[in-house]
């Protein structure tokens, strides 16, 4: 294995170029062990190597070594820096920034979070912004924050509406209201999501995909045609299905399969 010397970094010196080197390395395991010489370090002097290298780091476990090490420094040194990468153009550089303040957790950076990285097109960035500002935002402002969440309700692939479920059962009680109001959403997507997420608060077990399902057939058979054939698939597994349980689940499934005809 390549050999990656203990850093002490001074700018200019050939320490620092042998860590640049090393962080730059072909080897992903070098630079993870680079990154983690640099945290055990902590010399302020790295901050500005760490940050240029979160920026371009292809391996999720060296990014999240890069940030831990920025942790490791005081945030007087790191926070400044760091929020430059914030309106950087690279978004690798804007979600690592915003995942490395959601590890240094200082509550003074909330007023960073702004709507457009909340809102921004790349769904990294955004999933990262809706991360941290679980972690930062004030309990006073907390309405507002699931308010501009819930527009992005529906958004994205299963990962991206996953990580947004997420932040709002991280949120607690306070998006009950606006989850529900989203549920009736004449937009399928965005109800289903609403649902999954409010099955998911209510019992954390609840696997995604299943709440998904779930929520996706309430949707499409309204909550109490919805209930009839979960009854009827529970009856069933127990081997004690009624005459009317069966005749209810069957008028279900027969209105369901003409609903999913029309479309």
Same mark, same amino acid.
């Given at each position: 294995?390549?050999?990656?010397?203990?850093?002490?970094?001074?700018?200019?010196?050939?320490?620092?170029?042998?860590?640049?080197?090393?962080?730059?390395?072909?080897?992903?395991?070098?630079?993870?062990?680079?990154?983690?010489?640099?945290?055990?370090?902590?010399?302020?002097?790295?901050?500005?190597?760490?940050?240029?290298?979160?920026?371009?780091?292809?391996?999720?476990?060296?990014?999240?070594?890069?940030?831990?090490?920025?942790?490791?420094?005081?945030?007087?040194?790191?926070?400044?820096?760091?929020?430059?990468?914030?309106?950087?153009?690279?978004?690798?550089?804007?979600?690592?920034?915003?995942?490395?303040?959601?590890?240094?957790?200082?509550?003074?950076?909330?007023?960073?979070?702004?709507?457009?990285?909340?809102?921004?097109?790349?769904?990294?960035?955004?999933?990262?912004?809706?991360?941290?500002?679980?972690?930062?935002?004030?309990?006073?402002?907390?309405?507002?924050?699931?308010?501009?969440?819930?527009?992005?309700?529906?958004?994205?692939?299963?990962?991206?509406?996953?990580?947004?479920?997420?932040?709002?059962?991280?949120?607690?009680?306070?998006?009950?209201?606006?989850?529900?109001?989203?549920?009736?959403?004449?937009?399928?997507?965005? $109800? #289903?999501? /609403?649902? *999954?997420? %409010?099955?998911?608060?209510?019992?954390? @077990? !609840?696997?995604?995909?299943?709440?998904?399902? +779930?929520?996706?057939?309430?949707?499409?058979?309204?909550?109490?045609?919805? $209930? #009839?054939? /979960?009854? *009827?698939? %529970?009856?069933?597994?127990?081997?004690? @299905? !009624?005459?009317?349980?069966?005749?209810?689940? +069957?008028?279900?499934?027969?209105?369901?399969?003409?609903?999913?005809?029309?479309?």
């Amino acid at each position: 294995m390549q050999e990656v010397v203990p850093i002490n970094t001074t700018n200019g010196t050939p320490q620092n170029a042998r860590m640049v080197k090393a962080l730059g390395a072909e080897d992903s395991s070098v630079r993870l062990q680079a990154a983690l010489a640099v945290g055990s370090n902590a010399d302020p002097s790295s901050v500005e190597t760490l940050v240029e290298r979160c920026a371009v780091e292809p391996d999720f476990f060296v990014r999240d070594m890069l940030s831990w090490a920025l942790t490791r420094l005081s945030p007087e040194i790191t926070l400044p820096r760091i929020r430059q990468e914030l309106d950087s153009e690279r978004t690798q550089a804007r979600s690592q920034a915003l995942h490395t303040l959601s590890k240094i957790g200082d509550r003074s950076t909330w007023a960073w979070i702004t709507r457009n990285m909340l809102r921004d097109v790349d769904d990294e960035v955004a999933r990262t912004a809706w991360r941290v500002a679980v972690v930062l935002v004030p309990e006073d402002e907390e309405k507002d924050l699931v308010d501009e969440l819930v527009l992005q309700l529906g958004r994205g692939d299963r990962s991206v509406q996953l990580s947004l479920s997420r932040a709002f059962v991280d949120l607690g009680d306070v998006v009950k209201p606006a989850l529900e109001k989203a549920a009736e959403n004449p937009d399928p997507d965005v $109800a #289903a999501h /609403a649902r *999954a997420t %409010e099955l998911l608060r209510q019992n954390p @077990e !609840t696997g995604f995909d299943a709440a998904i399902e +779930e929520a996706k057939r309430m949707v499409t058979l309204g909550p109490e045609r919805a $209930a #009839a054939v /979960a009854s *009827a698939a %529970e009856a069933a597994a127990a081997g004690t @299905e !009624t005459t009317e349980t069966t005749e209810s689940a +069957e008028a279900a499934k027969a209105t369901e399969a003409s609903e999913a005809t029309d479309c």
